[in-house]
């Protein structure tokens, strides 16, 4: 099992941006793929962003493509998310998650480990 911590949610208008951040414990973080969800009000949770554990392979939502950058650093056992043009229907909670093998899935249930998550407010 892994812990995993996100920061960098806030309030943004329309066409800005934010920068999300995971912070890993574990020695293993090299050999994780990580993924970034969300879960916006009265809706289910919903796959954001993918990277496999060298940060070469990375795979994206069709509604975040172009917008969003998942990137990892492996000394640092950290990924981040980078939003730009941010609208107002990205706004939700949006979640950490570690798979403990190395290939990348967008399915929810292929990821053991979340944090806590971090509120993402897009205003009009």
């Known amino acids: 099992q892994v812990q995993l911590v996100e920061s960098g949610g806030g309030l943004v208008q329309a066409g800005g941006s934010l920068r999300l951040s995971c912070a890993a414990s574990?020695?293993?973080?090299?050999?994780?793929?990580m993924g970034w969800f969300r879960q916006a009000p009265g809706k289910g949770r919903e796959f954001v962003a993918a990277?496999?554990?060298?940060?070469?392979?990375?795979y994206y939502a069709d509604s975040v493509k172009g917008r969003f950058t998942i990137s990892r650093d492996n000394a640092k056992n950290s990924v981040n998310l980078q939003m730009n043009s941010l609208k107002p229907e990205d706004t939700a909670v949006y979640y950490c998650?570690?798979?403990?093998?190395?290939?990348?899935?967008?399915?929810?249930?292929?990821?053991?480990?979340w944090g806590q998550g971090t509120q993402v407010t897009v205003s009009s």
């Open positions: 574990g020695r293993a973080f090299s050999r994780f793929a």
């Open positions: 990277i496999g554990w060298s940060g070469g392979l990375t």
């Open positions: 998650a570690a798979r403990t093998i190395a290939t990348m899935s967008r399915l929810e249930a292929d990821f053991g480990s």
